[in-house]
């Protein structure tokens, strides 16, 4: 590579020049993350040129637009050597940079590398953290995270607070607001700040974890709780959402014999053919026996092919609106709660929102697989009810013999 002379500031170069393992710029829009994050793996494959490394973001329109587009501006040499269709840059010097989206992470299993550099891994789902974090596991090599923090997920749960708290040493974390970065108009920061929320304005342009604007769900910390076997259990049931490339989804939910809902365990994998999701399905039930199984009823070949093993499916209503309510109401009486253990289903419902631009269509189609499958059960099981309704002949009086009148 020609020799690249470049400028940051010092927060910039803290971040660069990280020494754990695992590192993480957390800062606002157009700080200059990414362009850091590019000049990171530029070093890292002028440290490893024989050695093979990872860029990865979240989606491959993420990848291309951005991570991919910075880092090539700053080293155009490399460019030639890049083979999109196999998703890899063949360094002349016999190493390999293997280019992947996260919303596949499996895509990047049999690698073992040096360096990662994710950019925007908040987008990330900790899935993708886990199948990534994996990969330097022999080598000690370092990972780079640059990002935008965008929910009260993973990468504040699991890295930001650890690191934070001091309880994770191999962790780092650099934060900074967009306006920290010299080239960032300062009016714009200000028109900015008077036009969003609060909370909105410091999770884009400072950095901060905030809740997510327009999520779909609330629910209060004091019903996120540690794992009990001290419960009065009347039924366990399974929802489940059906998936290949994207994972497949189960909420295992215990049903205590005053109606209250409690989601003990979860069930998160992707690229699982029919046979294997069953078999982990089955191992999942001889560890916490669910009977009834509600599944996506837009797979109707799978859901046969789990009657003829023997699941009891049941019939699911999929209306979403109508499943949202239920699941409110259940949280807003204190009915609904999660074991903290759940961490994919807790990442889901922080980042679960609506469209801001839509707020009153249905919820953004991503990160979704476990809040479709909760609704899938809680509605379906608890949800649904008829009134049976009688009308007078001959007049118009009708009578509801469950409200009493």
């Known amino acids: 590579m020609n020799k690249v002379e470049v400028e940051l500031f010092s927060k910039q170069f803290d971040a660069f020049q990280f020494s754990t393992q695992f590192g993480a710029a957390i ?3 157009q700080s200059g993350k990414t362009f850091m994050g590019s000049l990171w793996a530029g070093k890292k494959i002028n440290e490893f040129p024989d050695k093979d490394g990872i860029i990865a ?10 991570t991919l587009s910075k880092f090539f501006s700053n080293f155009p040499t490399l460019h030639k050597y890049y083979k999109e269709s196999k998703g890899v840059i063949e360094l002349p010097t016999g190493g390999n940079v293997y280019v992947r989206s996260a919303d596949q992470p499996f895509g990047s299993e049999g690698i ?3 360096w990662e550099w994710l950019d925007e891994a908040g987008q990330m789902s900790r899935l993708a953290w ?27 749960t699991d890295f930001y607070l650890p690191w934070q708290r001091k309880e994770d040493l191999n962790y ?15 009016d714009y920061f200000e028109a900015e700040k008077r036009r969003l929320s609060e909370e909105e304005f410091a999770r884009r342009y400072c950095g901060e974890f905030t809740k997510m604007e327009g999520l779909v769900y609330d629910l209060p910390q004091e019903q996120i709780i540690p794992p009990t076997d001290k ?24 049903v205590s014999s005053d109606n209250v809902f409690y989601i003990t365990d979860e069930y ?14 089955k191992t999942l039930q001889r560890q916490t026996p669910y009977r009834q199984v509600y599944p996506d009823p837009a797979e109707p070949d799978r859901i046969a092919a789990m ?11 999929k209306n979403v609106m109508l499943g949202i309510d239920k699941v409110r109401e259940l949280i807003r009486k204190k009915q609904l709660f999660v074991f903290n253990t759940c961490k994919n289903t807790l990442d889901e419902l922080n980042y679960y929102h609506y469209d801001a631009e839509k707020p009153k269509e249905e919820p953004v189609k991503e990160k979704d697989h476990l809040m479709d499958a909760l609704r899938y059960a809680l509605y379906n099981y608890s949800g649904r009810q008829v009134i049976p309704m009688t009308v007078q002949v001959g007049g118009i009086a009708k009578t509801y013999p469950q409200l009493g009148i």
């Open 112 to 114: 073992t590398a040096w």
């Open 268 to 281: 998160y994998q992707s690229g699982k053919t029919q046979d294997e999701l069953e078999d982990e399905l």
């Open 27 to 29: 800062a606002g829009v």
């Open 231 to 254: 419960l009065n259990i009347r039924v366990v049931i399974l929802g489940l959402d059906f998936d290949f490339h994207h994972p497949s989804a189960g909420v295992v939910i215990k």
């Open 307 to 317: 009657k003829k093993h023997g699941f009891y499916v049941k019939d699911v209503d």
């Open 172 to 186: 780092s974390c650099f934060t900074w607001k967009s306006i920290e970065n010299p080239h960032f108009p300062k």
């Open 57 to 66: 973001a979240p989606t491959y329109k993420i990848l291309q637009q951005s």
């Open 130 to 156: 886990t199948v990534y974090r994996s990969r330097i596991a022999m080598t000690g090599g370092q990972q780079l995270i640059t990002t935008t923090p965008y929910a009260l997920n993973w990468l504040y």
